[in-house]
């Protein structure tokens, strides 16, 4: 099985190279697969001498600065909200969890919208609303951690409930401020925001996201044994040597600070981590040390591809990422549904 993974993994990482470099070169002004790569190589030391430089100044700035950044930041937000969900879904054993059931993604949204109709946190700047909605998020889920704790122990029961609640009242604080504006631009960006885009990625605000998400993938991926155990059930977890109450916080910590920092920059974009943990199991098994990094790479490739269909299909507007998502999502979901013998109970 390790060759057949470290063979389907490197399958799988040549299908994300080739579906970004497609991405970058799809637009309004189209550019070859060869540019692409001079312009990203001749971006890298000791090699970019070699590099002959025979594109345009524009041609560098639509590859460099435009829709690399762009690109990227689509693989890591799909990656990262498909080992988020994955994980989410093993700590409550439940497969219809989402790395939002903690109320992360309402959070951010009442951050957003503060920034965008009442202009909250303009000191920052181009910075605000990224560091807005990262700020409700956290509120979100020390609101959700508070309530779930029982004796100093983590429910899981009273964690479900508690997400559902703190997501019912933040979406309530956000439609109360958007049905007190009256700036018609504004109640679009915000809807724009909650559907989710990737078009504010810069080189600058990709470095907090890339980073968390690779500090969070291999301490999962180290824990993969735990992650395992989890689906076992409680007794057995503990039974196996599992310290059950601090790895629940960790794993909890560890999915928010990666699901809030990705929704910070990239809006609330639905079903990824709901639906790419489901496809990488039906293809590679329940065991989290396959799940875990095929999840990010089917992730990456998921809302690299979901991105460049949403700059080009009602092109030259720009659709929402997350009607893409939604669009393929809804009938995958609903293939889950109709499938003999499917059950969507605890430890499924």
Not at 184 to 193: H, Y
Not at 283 to 311: E, H, Q, T
Request: hydrophobic share 60%; with cysteine.
């Amino acid at each position: 099985m390790n060759k057949k993974f470290m063979l389907f993994s490197f399958v799988l990482f040549m299908v994300l190279i080739v579906s970004m470099t497609f991405a970058v070169m799809v637009g309004s002004v189209s550019v070859t697969p060869l540019y692409v790569w001079k312009v990203i190589l001749s971006k890298i030391p000791f090699i970019q001498n070699s590099i002959e430089q025979d594109w345009s100044r524009s041609q560098e700035i639509i590859i460099w600065q435009i829709r690399a950044p762009r690109v990227l930041l689509a693989a890591i937000v799909g990656a990262g909200l498909a080992i988020a969900g994955a994980a989410i879904q093993a700590l409550v054993r439940n497969s219809i969890a989402d790395p939002y059931i903690l109320g992360i993604s309402s959070g951010a949204a009442v951050g957003a919208t503060s920034v965008i109709i009442l202009g909250a946190f303009s000191f920052l700047g181009i910075y605000a609303l990224s560091v807005s909605a990262f700020l409700g998020s956290l509120l979100a889920i020390a609101l959700v951690f508070f309530l779930s704790r029982v004796g100093g122990r983590v429910s899981i029961f009273r964690l479900l409930l508690a997400g559902m609640a703190v997501s019912f009242i933040l979406t309530a604080i956000s439609n109360f401020i958007l049905m007190m504006s009256k700036q018609e631009g504004a109640l679009k960006a915000v809807m724009f925001w909650m559907l989710g885009s990737l078009a504010g990625a810069k080189w600058n605000n990709i470095v907090i996201p890339a980073f968390v998400f690779l500090v969070v993938f291999g301490l999962l991926w180290l824990h993969y044994r735990n992650l395992n155990l989890l689906l076992l059930g409680e007794e057995a977890a503990v039974t196996l040597g599992v310290n059950l109450q601090q790895f629940r916080i960790q794993l909890i910590l560890l999915v928010s600070l990666l699901t809030g920092v990705l929704v910070a920059v990239s809006g609330s974009i639905g079903f990824v981590g709901l639906i790419i943990p489901h496809i990488v199991r039906l293809i590679v098994g329940s065991n989290y040390k396959y799940v875990i990094p095929i999840s990010a790479l089917i992730g990456g490739i998921f809302l690299v591809w979901a991105d460049a269909f949403a700059r080009i299909i009602i092109a030259p507007q720009e659709m929402p990422i997350g009607i893409i998502t939604a669009f393929c999502g809804g009938p995958f979901f609903i293939w889950l549904l109709r499938r003999n013998n499917y059950s969507f109970g605890e430890g499924d």
